[in-house]
């Protein structure tokens, strides 16, 4: 990694480094981790040991009957369940501080000044995102984005729709590989993104590369590994993203498999009929009544378009409706608006990391959480969240680092569902080079 030196105050505001100026130019919300998976209404488990175990109960025993009189009773029958399995992912993030730097950048009077604490802020904005862009945008492998098409020894590449390049940043570090597996041929292990050019969808790595469609991006060194969390792709699913979840197989049990509505690739708009299809098919498949729909800012255009209003008439009198357009921003752990289905209503949340063309309509209840705590910088001794920095020698430096243990998971995949291929026009229309209306 690099170090933190005093050649960066050139371009640095020299040392002063008001809030205002901090990432205006990046997406760093981060609604999914912070109001859905912490919010209080969603049960939570807390690993102690290799992992946490618990039995789907996939079919009840079924040991009933309308006998004849003096007929023979019920043959008896036992359910039939399987282990799951969950264990926490492991989210790391840090940064060097040259020991000049953070001497000669320490001045109270700057307000942030401090170059130590800057460098706190941006790493722990940063660490919560990559949380928040693996539970909302992935399905399981850390898959960040995948190659739109082959490439032959050029230092750009185009991002695949309909992710795109929505979960990518400048100066990821990050790796390509030729399948999705975990066991497959590396492309390139260790590229830093120089640009990205949203309207196009390029990114401009620093070496040439030669790389066939549909390759798939992770950060450096996540590819394969037993630590990368699950996603809300992978869980609410029905073995297209995931085929096995909770080291079970999703094709040996179809209890396992949540209700995905698809168009054969075709996109249309998202409607009423189809988000009460989605919620009627949860409801026939579990006995669940859905009270959480998350989705990306496209697809809350498409709702609001959905539900807006009339307003062509001027009416008065007692009970006239609102008709103001929009919508409220929301606040902690509150949703934007809220959807009813059969008296039951569910909370609308919108994340910047949802996959495009996807609405999710989920049931709390049945997803959980594992942290071992929140995000936490290292001690290493005596209260300083540093430690020396060591590559073959000592160096005047130090390295900070910040760690978030935690995971998601759903004891019942199929109280969950998915509406796929909608019409995105925001982020997978022109705008990005795409073809959505």
């Not at 990046?26 to 609604?31: I, S």
């Not at 001794?381 to 160096?395: D, H, K, L, W």
Request: aromatic share 8%; glycine share 10%.
């Amino acid at each position: 990694m690099a170090v933190n030196t005093t050649t960066a105050l050139v371009d640095s505001l020299k040392r002063s480094y008001p809030d205002e100026f901090f990432e205006v130019h990046l997406n760093t919300n981060a609604p999914f981790f912070m109001n859905v998976i912490k919010g209080s209404k969603l049960k939570s488990w807390r690993q102690d040991g290799e992992g946490i175990y618990w039995p789907f109960n996939l079919q009840s025993p079924q040991s009933m009957g309308t006998p004849a009189e003096g007929g023979g009773l019920p043959t008896p029958r036992t359910r039939v369940e399987v282990q799951g399995r969950l264990r926490v992912g492991q989210f790391i993030g840090d940064f060097e501080i040259s020991f000049l730097l953070e001497a000669i950048a320490d001045n109270d009077r700057a307000g942030w000044g401090a170059a130590v604490k800057r460098s706190v802020k941006e790493n722990t904005s940063d660490l919560t995102k990559h949380v928040n862009r693996l539970y909302a945008g992935t399905h399981g492998t850390g898959r960040i984005g995948q190659v739109n098409a082959a490439t032959s020894a050029v230092t750009t590449f185009v991002g695949k729709l309909p992710l795109g390049v929505l979960l990518m940043r400048p100066n990821m570090e990050i790796a390509i590989y030729d399948d999705d597996t975990g066991s497959g041929a590396a492309e390139d292990t260790s590229e830093v993104i120089s640009k990205i050019v949203q309207s196009t969808r390029t990114v401009t790595v620093g070496n040439a590369q030669t790389l066939d469609a549909n390759d798939h991006i992770y950060i450096a060194g996540s590819y394969g590994a037993a630590t990368v969390p699950n996603g809300i792709a992978g869980i609410v699913d029905d073995a297209t993203n995931l085929t096995t979840i909770h080291n079970v197989s999703r094709a040996t049990y179809e209890e396992l498999k949540s209700l995905v509505l698809t168009n054969s690739g075709t996109v249309r708009d998202l409607s009423e009929d189809l988000m009460l299809e989605a919620a009627h098919g949860v409801r026939q498949r579990s006995g669940r009544l859905v009270d959480c729909v998350l989705m990306n800012t496209g697809q809350w255009s498409k709702y609001c378009k959905m539900v807006r209003p009339d307003r062509q008439y001027v009416v008065s009198g007692k009970g006239v409706p609102n008709y103001d357009t929009g919508y409220k921003a929301s606040t902690e752990y509150e949703p934007v608006s809220q959807f009813m289905h059969g008296g039951k209503v569910a909370d609308i949340y919108v994340s910047e990391d949802v996959s495009p063309r996807t609405v999710y309509m989920l049931t709390k209840s049945e997803l959980r959480r594992v942290e071992q705590g929140p995000p936490t910088w290292i001690d290493w001794g005596g209260g300083s969240i540093f430690q020396q920095s060591v590559s073959t020698t000592y160096q005047t430096a130090k390295t900070a680092t910040i760690a978030y243990f935690g995971n998601i998971g759903s004891p019942c995949p199929a109280a969950h569902a998915r509406i796929d291929d909608l019409a995105d026009k925001e982020l997978c229309g022109a705008a990005v080079g795409g073809p959505d209306t």
